[in-house]
């Protein structure tokens, strides 16, 4: 996603700032991506207490929430 623009062909001479201020659909992409990766890492965590034993543990459970909140963001983002 960073690099594409500048290699584009409709943005092959345009300026960082024509790039990626300009452009609402990749500023809409950026911003939808960011509830993906909160919840790959809320992933990477409930995985890491799994092997710690603790799959019934609180802090499992928040992690949980956040993923059911992020994905419900990326459903939005999708919709939208």
């Given at each position: 996603?960073?690099?594409?623009?500048?290699?584009?062909?409709?943005n092959a001479?345009?300026?960082l700032f024509?790039?990626?201020?300009?452009?609402p659909f990749l500023a809409y992409a950026y911003f939808g991506s960011i509830p993906f990766?909160?919840?790959?890492?809320?992933?990477?965590?409930?995985?890491?207490?799994?092997g710690q034993d603790k799959a019934f543990?609180?802090?499992t459970?928040?992690?949980?929430?956040?993923i059911k909140i992020c994905?419900?963001?990326i459903i939005g983002f999708v919709i939208r």
């Open positions: 996603m960073l690099w594409e623009p500048h290699i584009e062909g409709g001479h345009a300026t024509e790039i990626y201020f300009k452009d990766f909160v919840a790959l890492y809320q992933t990477s965590k409930v995985l890491g207490y799994i543990s609180q802090a459970v928040k992690a949980l929430r956040t994905a419900f963001g």
